[in-house]
């Protein structure tokens, strides 16, 4: 996370603030939408049901295309 500009603290503000989810291409995972420092963000998550815990997958910065 170090390497992506955000700590764990980050993540969290960031999953706080989602505008938005959907299913990913891989079953089972989902993409959340959210914002970090005045720009769009996805993180990818996974649902672990035992556990109850939410497994993150990764994070990136969405670029917008011209």
């Not at 170090?2 to 603030?17: A, K």
């Amino acid at each position: 996370m170090i390497d992506r500009t955000f700590s764990e603290t980050g993540l969290r503000e960031m999953l706080e603030v989602a505008t938005a989810y959907r299913a990913d291409i891989v079953p089972g995972r989902w993409i959340i939408e959210t914002m970090h420092v005045s720009a769009q963000w996805e993180v990818v998550v996974e649902p672990e049901a035992e556990t109850q815990q939410l497994i993150i997958v990764t994070a990136y910065p969405v670029t917008q295309k011209p």
